[in-house]
Nanobody, 124 residues
Framework: QLQLVESGGGLVQPGGSLRLSCAASGLTLDYYVIGWFRQAPGKEREGVSCINSSGGRINYADSVEGRFTVSRDNNKNMVHLQMNSLKPEDTAIYYC?????????????????WGQGTQVTVSS
């Protein structure tokens, strides 16, 4: 059974950077799309980025395009989200999720496996 664990969250000042990691265990990530989602207090969970199994197709939400970069290392069963130029509105719990499909999606309900989340707080 696939399990995901996020790490790398924390408190950062506006304009700063964080690198989130999603470590997989139990199964190889080779056949899984990985999505990054976030949920701020009082808001719905929203898609941030998605990377397909080969890493050849990547999508970003408009709100993070140009600031966030997703990558994956299937040999290490890891996916990373590099977040630069962080803004207060990026504050949320960030989740990685896996979907056994060749296709990316920004819809949370299409993902089968979720990590526990990691808190990102952007504040001065």
């Amino acid at each position: 059974q696939l399990q995901l664990v996020e790490s790398g969250g924390g408190l950062v000042q506006p304009g700063g950077s964080l690198r989130l990691s999603c470590a997989a265990s139990g199964l190889t990530l080779d056949y899984y799309v990985i999505g990054w989602f976030r949920q701020a207090p009082g808001k719905e969970r929203e898609g941030v980025s998605c990377i397909n199994s080969s890493g050849g197709r990547i999508n970003y939400a408009d709100s993070v395009e140009g600031r966030f970069t997703v990558s994956r290392d299937n040999n290490k069963n890891m996916v990373h989200l590099q977040m630069n130029s962080l803004k207060p509105e990026d504050t949320a719990i960030y989740y990685c999720a896996a979907r056994r499909s060749p296709y990316c999606s920004g819809y949370p309900r299409l993902y089968d496996t979720w990590g526990q989340g990691t808190q990102v707080t952007v504040s001065s």
